[in-house]
Each structure stands twice: as structure tokens, then as C-alpha cells.
């Protein structure tokens, strides 16, 4: 039995630590991000959506960057992107196409109708309305 629990021992011991991700420059952040962008005007939605996760995933306070992972992920699959482009949204107040997607993003999933209760959802909602 000692033998068992040696080898489980060395097994969970032997994990590598997962490798830390380092935050991309301001220049080559701007220049994934306006590549990402192209992607989504020609199309190719889930490609721009990858290349958007490694860049919110790298930078995690980028408001840019997760406002238009947001709308990758929106493109593609409405319910999964509230999260990214509300997070976008706290960065940045002022961010239109966070609040724009963010909203519509509310409205499919039919959030829309508890809006009085949640401050912060209701100003995105207003704000992207205005906008539109």
C-alpha cells in the first residue's frame, strides 16, 4: 500500500506550475487587436475569437481588447459573451461598442426585463440605445 501511495505522491508532485502569461506590449497589444478587428470584417468570427481570447487572457484590464472578444464571441455565440463585455464595460464606462454589445447581448438572453434592479445594466442599456 506504501508503494501506491508513493507513486500518487510522485505523480501530483511531478505537475508543472501552469506557465504564467505575460501581458503583451502597448504596440503589439493595438496591432493583435486591429488584426482581430479585419478578421471580423472578413467573416472568419471564430478566428478573430481565438486570436481575441490570447490577447484578453494576456491582458486582462484592456477594455479594447475584451470589448471585442465580446463581440467575437457575440458573433458567434450570443450567451457567452455577457461576461467579457460587461467586464469591458466596468474597465471602461465610456467604451460604445462594449455598451452597444453588451446590451444586445442582454436583450437575446432576455435580461432585459429586470433592468430597474441593476443599475450598471440598466446605464449600459441607455447609453448603447443612444448610441445606436
Known sequence: MADWL????????????PPSVQPLPEAELRKAVESAKRTMTEGDFAAAR?????VA???PDDADA???YGVAAY??????C???LSRAVQID???????????????????????KSR???????HRAIATS
Not at 508513493?6 to 506550475?17: G, K
Not at 481565438?50 to 490570447?54: D, S, T
Not at 464606462?93 to 426585463?113: E, F, Q, R, T
Open 66 to 68: 475584451l470589448a471585442h
Open 119 to 125: 443599475p450598471r445594466t440598466r446605464c449600459a442599456w
Open 50 to 54: 481565438a486570436a481575441l481570447r490570447e
Open 57 to 59: 487572457t494576456s491582458n
Open 93 to 115: 464606462p465610456d467604451h460604445v461598442i462594449g455598451h452597444k454589445y453588451l446590451a444586445a447581448s442582454y436583450n437575446a438572453l432576455g435580461i432585459c426585463s429586470d433592468l
Open 75 to 80: 458573433m458567434r455565440v450570443t450567451g457567452r
Open 6 to 17: 508513493s507513486r500518487a505522491l510522485t505523480r501530483f508532485a511531478a505537475q508543472p506550475a
Open 82 to 84: 455577457a461576461g467579457r
